[in-house]
C-alpha cells in the first residue's frame, strides 16, 4: 500500500516535472525575444507580452479560417512577425537611446491599446484553439503513465526553435551582427552595418517568437484579454534572473523558473503540512508558491546585482 | 530676481484655488460626484507625490509602489475588520507598517541598479500581491469591506466634505513635507547621487543609508494615501496593489512631470480626468489612451509641467 502511494506521487512527480519543463521552454520563447531586444537595442518592452497575445488571437482566427491547426499557426506566426516589425517601425525605433523610465511608460500604452484592441476586434470573450484529432492523442511514458501529446510537442517545438536560435545567433552572419550589436551598438554601427534594418529583423524575430509562444499556450489556456501581461512579469524575472541580454542565461533560467514553479505550486502545499498546522499550510501555501519565483529572483539579484550569467562587456 | 508670477504658477495657484473649489462646485450642482472623483484625485495625488519623491529626485524607478497604497489600506481594513475602529490607532499604525515594508524592500532592492532596480520592486510588489490574495480571512482574491471608516472623535470622516478637505490638507502638508526634504542638506544628497552616487560617495556621504531613508519617507506617505483610499472606497483589495496600478502612479508622474513639486499633482489630476473624460466618449477609451501615453513620452519630456514652464526645466 505504502508503496503503491509512493509510486503515484513519483508519477505525479515526473507528470509536474515534465510541466515545469514545458512551461520553461515556452518562457524562454518569451524571453528570448525579450532578451535580445533588451540585450542589442537596450529597449525595455513591456509590451512584449502583448504580441504573445496577438499570436494566441490571430492562431485561433486563422485556424478556424482555415480549418487548419498547422496552417493557421504559421499564418498566426506570420502575422505577429509582421505586427512585431510594424510597431518597431512606427513606435519602438523612437524609443531607442531614452531611458528605461520612457521605455516603461510608452510600452505600457502599448499594452492598453493592444489589449483594447483585441477587445475591439475579437470581443471581450475569449478564443479556443481547439487541437487536431492527432494531437489529442497521450502518449504512455511508463506502463500505465499517461502524457498528453501536444505538451510533448510543446516541448519538442521549443527546443528545436532554440536550437535553431542557437545556430542562427552562433553559426550565421546575422547572428554575428546580433552578438555584435549586444556587446557594442556604436561599433557595428560605425562600421557600416544596416542598424536600422537589424534593428527591426530582431525586433520581429522576438514578436514572431512571442506568438509561436501564445499560440501554443492557446490549446491549452484559451486566448483571453491580458493574458500576456502575466507571463510576461514572469518572462522578466526570467531575464533579470538570467542575466539581461544573455540567451543562455535566458534558457537555464527559463527552465529553472518554469521548474520551480510548476513543482512548487503542486508540492509546496503538501511539503508545508510537514512543518505546519494543516490549516496554516492550506492558507501559506497557495500564497507561497505563488511568491516562489519573485523571492527566487530577489535572493538572486540580492547575492549577483547582475543576474546569473552577465551579458560580457555590459 | 526671478519672478515668482509665471504662467506655471498660475496655472499651479489655479489648479489648488479649483481643487479647494470643488465641494462648493459640487453643492452648487447638488451631486456629488465631482466631488468623489477630486476625492480619489487628491489620494492618488499623495501617493504620487510620495513616488516623485523617490523617482524624480532621487533617481529611484520604483515599478512596485501600489504595494505601499495597498499595505495601508489592508492596515485599515484588517484593523476595522477585528473591532479597531480608531483611526488614532489605524492611521499611525498604516504608516508604520509601510515604512517597516519600504525598508525591508529598499534595503534589499537599492543594492540593484537601472532596469534591476525597476524589476525587484516590481517582484516585491508581486509577493505582497498574493499574500493579499491569500488572506483568506480577509476576503483574499474578493477584497474587503469596511463598515465604518476610521474614527477620529469629533471629526466625521464618513461627511463627505470634511473628508474631501481632510484628504487635500494631507495633500498640502505631504507637499510641504516634501519641498522641505528636497531642499534640504539630506535632499540634496539624494539628488546628488542620482545624478553622480559615486562622487557623492567618493565626497564621503554614505548614499545607501541616504537613498534607504529616501525610500522609507517615500513608503511611509503611499501608506497614508492607502489609509485615505481605504476610507474612501470603504473597500480593499489585491487590485489596490495590482503591478498596473504601480504603472498608473509612475503615468500620474511622468505625465505631470518628474522631479517637479506640483507636477505629480497635475499628473494625477490629468490622469484620472482623462481616464473619466475619455471612458465617457467610448467604452474602449484605451485605445486612445494608450497611444496618447506613449504621445507624452515621445513628445513631451519633462510632462506637463514642463510644457507649462515653456521647456526651459531640464
Known amino acids: 500500500m505504502g508503496l503503491r502511494g509512493d509510486a503515484r506521487s513519483m508519477v505525479l512527480f515526473i507528470e509536474q516535472c515534465l510541466n515545469g519543463l514545458q512551461f520553461g521552454l515556452l518562457l524562454f520563447l518569451l524571453a528570448a525575444g525579450l532578451t535580445l531586444v533588451f540585450g542589442i537595442m537596450d529597449l525595455v518592452n513591456l509590451a512584449h507580452g502583448s504580441l504573445y497575445m496577438l499570436g494566441a488571437y490571430f492562431a485561433a482566427t486563422f485556424a478556424a479560417l482555415t480549418g487548419s491547426f498547422v496552417l493557421g499557426a504559421v499564418l498566426a506566426l506570420a502575422a505577429t512577425l509582421v505586427v512585431g516589425m510594424a510597431v518597431e517601425v512606427i513606435a519602438m525605433r523612437r524609443l531607442y537611446g531614452r531611458d528605461h523610465l520612457d521605455h516603461v511608460l510608452g510600452t505600457f500604452g502599448l499594452i492598453l491599446f493592444f489589449n483594447e484592441l483585441v477587445r475591439l476586434v475579437w470581443g471581450p470573450a475569449g478564443r479556443t484553439l481547439p487541437l487536431p484529432d492527432w494531437l489529442s492523442t497521450s502518449v504512455q511514458i511508463f506502463p500505465g503513465v499517461y502524457y498528453p501529446t501536444y505538451r510533448f510537442t510543446i516541448i519538442f517545438v521549443a527546443l528545436a526553435v532554440a536550437l535553431a536560435l542557437y545556430f542562427v545567433v552562433m553559426r550565421t552572419r546575422i547572428g554575428m551582427l546580433v552578438r555584435a550589436g549586444a556587446s557594442n551598438r556604436e561599433m557595428i554601427g560605425a562600421l557600416g552595418i544596416n542598424i536600422k534594418l537589424l534593428y527591426t529583423f530582431v525586433f520581429g524575430a522576438g514578436a514572431a517568437l512571442a506568438g509561436l509562444a501564445g499560440l501554443m499556450q492557446t490549446p491549452i489556456l484559451t486566448a483571453s484579454i491580458g493574458m500576456g501581461e502575466n507571463i510576461l512579469i514572469v518572462a522578466f524575472v526570467v531575464i533579470i534572473i538570467g542575466g539581461i541580454g544573455s540567451i543562455r542565461g535566458a534558457f537555464i533560467a527559463s527552465i529553472f523558473v518554469g521548474l520551480v514553479d510548476t513543482v512548487g505550486r503542486a508540492f509546496l502545499p503538501t511539503l508545508l503540512k510537514l512543518f505546519l498546522t494543516p490549516a496554516a499550510a492550506s492558507a501559506a501555501g497557495p500564497a507561497l508558491s505563488s511568491m516562489l519565483i519573485y523571492l527566487l529572483m530577489a535572493i538572486i539579484l540580492v547575492v549577483r546585482p547582475e543576474g546569473l550569467f552577465p551579458a560580457a562587456n555590459r | ?314
Open chain 2, 1 to 314: 530676481m526671478k519672478s515668482h508670477v509665471t504662467f506655471r504658477n498660475i496655472v499651479v495657484a489655479a489648479l489648488l484655488v479649483m481643487l479647494a473649489l470643488v465641494p462648493l462646485y459640487s453643492a452648487w450642482i447638488g451631486n456629488n460626484f465631482a466631488l468623489i472623483l477630486f476625492t480619489r484625485i487628491v489620494i492618488l495625488a499623495i501617493a504620487a507625490v510620495s513616488l516623485n519623491l523617490i523617482m524624480g529626485y532621487g533617481g529611484m524607478v520604483s515599478f512596485g509602489h501600489a504595494a505601499y497604497l495597498g499595505i495601508g489600506a489592508y492596515v485599515v481594513g484588517i484593523l476595522a475588520y477585528e473591532g479597531v475602529p480608531s483611526g488614532f490607532l489605524q492611521w499611525p499604525l498604516a504608516l508604520v507598517v509601510s515604512g517597516l515594508f519600504a525598508l525591508l524592500i529598499g534595503a534589499l532592492s537599492l543594492r540593484t541598479r537601472g532596469v534591476y532596480f525597476i524589476m525587484i520592486t516590481l517582484a516585491f510588489a508581486q509577493m505582497i500581491y498574493y499574500v493579499a490574495v491569500s488572506l483568506s480571512r480577509y476576503g483574499a482574491d474578493d477584497g474587503l469591506t469596511i463598515y465604518r471608516r476610521s474614527q477620529f472623535g469629533g471629526l466625521d470622516l464618513s461627511n463627505k466634505v470634511v473628508f474631501y478637505y481632510v484628504c487635500l490638507a494631507l495633500l498640502l502638508l505631504v507637499i510641504l513635507i516634501v519641498w522641505r526634504i528636497v531642499n534640504s542638506r539630506f535632499g540634496m544628497v539624494i539628488r546628488g547621487a542620482k545624478s553622480n552616487e559615486r562622487r557623492m560617495r567618493a565626497i564621503g556621504f554614505p548614499t545607501f543609508r541616504y537613498r534607504l531613508t529616501c525610500f522609507v519617507i517615500s513608503g511611509v506617505i503611499c501608506g497614508l494615501s492607502g489609509a485615505l483610499l481605504a476610507n474612501h472606497t470603504e473597500f480593499v483589495s489585491p487590485a489596490d496593489m495590482h503591478w498596473t496600478r504601480s504603472g498608473d502612479l509612475i503615468i500620474m508622474v511622468v505625465l505631470g512631470g518628474m522631479g517637479s513639486l506640483f507636477g505629480p499633482v497635475i499628473g494625477a489630476v490629468a490622469f484620472l480626468l482623462l481616464e473619466e473624460g475619455l471612458a465617457r466618449l467610448t467604452e474602449y477609451w484605451q485605445i486612445i489612451f494608450g497611444p496618447l501615453l506613449l504621445a507624452v513620452v515621445l513628445y513631451a519630456r519633462g510632462g506637463i509641467d514642463g510644457l507649462l514652464a515653456g521647456g526651459k526645466r531640464g
